[in-house]
């Protein structure tokens, strides 16, 4: 029988709910037992009362609920190789034989590791006398598959991250609500959204609500930035407009690689030289990633929850066969079909993407 674990790990987003309820409900549903790994990796780690058996009935609500009810955290043991080990024996001690992830790059990253380094971790454990060979005959393979939760929709290899759609909502919501203050007093906004090296979230919330101007990551300004932006406002301004509205993603940057600032582009359209607007700044924060999961989120989040099972299940089924184990697997969304990518090469083309905006080589990004 199949004891599948679910756990949510990095930063949370809406929708990881849907998915510790998707996949528990799908596992069930398939016959096999569910559990839910606590805090992460740290969960992993610490076992005992963190990985917990769970039944239909417990997930009941989840999908209307914010962020993670069964936790997540930062894990510093599990970068280290200890901590994996630990992490393995209390796997084996619970007898779970399949682990489903969502997270961002890192827990990802980290799930690769764990599948890669199992086989040596089960020796170590028999080798140093933690576990017996009997104990672990069982569990020669570790079967993980990986669901991208996550604001920033930043994951190469799919259209959709879960969560990034209520996040970009949230926003709109938000940046509404500053609209109208901002009309009354004829105002400009600077408003920070989140985004390190992807902008997405700054790009399609500049669309969604008509931002005069928006800045970021993938597109580093010019030299003359100050000069466009005033001259964009100055012209949105003339034809009557009595708000101004500036989006910056956090990651945004000049063609040098220099930081833009929101303190930067307030102080540039409150000069008193220039278009001496009464401007504030609003740093939108976990504004962001709070609340219920939208509609688009909690569908994503029970398909490709469900298509998680399944890869876990067929990839069990190949192991009995005799076949090879497949590659370890990311659930995506492609031109709205639920699909299956190499999870080590979608994260290895995220984290070049990320490496290449920090090194202004956007050739490559
Ligand atoms: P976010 O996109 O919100 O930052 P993330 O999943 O990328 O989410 P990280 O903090 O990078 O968040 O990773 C979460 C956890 O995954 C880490 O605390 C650590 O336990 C584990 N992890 C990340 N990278 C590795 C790695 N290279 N090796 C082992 N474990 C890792």
């Known amino acids: 029988k199949q004891k599948i674990a679910v756990m949510t790990s990095g930063g949370d987003s809406p929708g990881m709910n849907g998915v510790v309820r998707a996949v528990v409900r799908m596992a069930i549903h398939m016959g096999c037992d569910a559990y839910c790994v606590y805090e992460g990796y740290e969960g992993l780690v610490q076992g005992g009362s963190y990985i917990k058996k769970t039944e239909w009935d417990d997930v009941r609500g989840y999908l209307g609920i ?17 901590g994996r080990l630990t992490g393995a024996k209390n ?17 990802l990253t980290g799930a690769d590791k764990f599948r890669a380094e199992w086989p040596s971790l089960v020796e170590e454990l028999v080798s140093t006398g933690q576990l017996t060979k009997e104990q672990v005959e069982p569990y020669k393979k570790l079967n993980i598959v990986g669901l991208v939760g996550s604001i920033d929709n930043d994951l190469s ?55 005069d101007f928006i800045f970021i990551p993938e597109k580093p300004r010019e030299d003359n930035w100050q000069q466009e932006m005033c001259d964009v406002v100055k012209k949105h301004r003339d034809w009557g407009k009595r708000k101004t509205i500036v989006i910056i993603a956090e990651g945004a940057m000049d ?40 509609a688009y989120d909690r569908m994503l989040a029970t398909l490709q929850g469900v298509e998680a099972v399944k890869a876990v299940l067929d990839a069990a089924q190949a192991v009995k066969e005799g076949k090879p184990q497949p590659e370890t697997c990311v659930i995506t969304i492609n031109e709205n079909k639920i699909t299956r990518q190499p999870l080590m090469a979608a994260v290895a083309a995220t984290q070049q993407v990320a490496k290449a905006i920090e ?5 490559k990004a």
């Open 359 to 363: 090194a202004q080589d956007f050739d």
């Open 157 to 211: 290899g799919t259209d959709a991250t879960i969560g990034a759609y209520t996040a970009l909502a949230n926003i709109c919501e938000a940046v509404d609500k500053i609209e109208s203050t901002a009309t009354s007093h004829s105002r400009a906004f600077v408003i920070e959204v989140m985004g390190r090296h992807c902008g997405w979230l700054a790009l399609m919330a500049g669309v969604a609500i008509g931002a």
């Open 66 to 82: 914010g962020g993670t009810y069964i936790g997540t955290a930062r894990c510093m043991a599990f970068y280290e190789r200890p």
């Open 91 to 107: 796997m084996i001690l619970n007898g779970i034989n399949a682990l489903i992830i969502c997270g961002g790059d890192g827990s």
């Open 255 to 294: 063609r040098h690689g220099s930081k833009i600032t929101p303190d930067m582009v307030k102080d540039l359209l409150a000069d008193k030289k220039g278009l001496a607007l009464d401007t504030r700044i609003s740093s939108l924060g976990h504004l962001q990633r709070g609340g219920p999961a939208g």
